[in-house]
Nanobody
Framework: QVRLVESGGGLVQPGGSLRLSCAASGIIFRFYAMGWYRQAPGKQRELVATISSGNSTMSADSVKGRFTISRDNAKNTVYLQMNSLKPEDPALYYC?????????WGQGTQVTVSS
């Protein structure tokens, strides 16, 4: 059974940092492209950042220079380091794993930015 379990969300002040983690099981992790997406209330789910099996990364313009995606294949874990958090960043952050037609999602972890 495939499981993606996110952690690391929480409440942070504007300008603060959080590191999200997503632990994967049930897949051969190193073969999968991994991604972080987010969905705020009343909005569509949007791409935040992705990392390929070969460690190529891309990120949305809204988070470039602030968020960094990385992966540790030995730990079957993908990370999202979020710095300089802004009031527009709060959302439910989801982990995603993709390989050809296989497409898996975690349950999400909540990020709140408030002073």
């Amino acid at each position: 059974q495939v499981r993606l379990v996110e952690s690391g969300g929480g409440l942070v002040q504007p300008g603060g940092s959080l590191r999200l983690s997503c632990a994967a099981s049930g897949i051969i992790f190193r073969f999968y492209a991994m991604g972080w997406y987010r969905q705020a209330p009343g909005k569509q789910r949007e791409l935040v950042a992705t990392i390929s099996s070969g460690n190529s990364t891309m990120s949305a313009d809204s988070v470039k220079g602030r968020f960094t995606i990385s992966r540790d294949n030995a730990k079957n874990t993908v990370y999202l380091q979020m710095n300089s958090l802004k009031p527009e960043d709060p959302a439910l952050y989801y982990c995603n794993a993709k390989l050809q037609v296989s497409d898996y999602w975690g349950q999400g972890t909540q990020v709140t930015v408030s002073s």
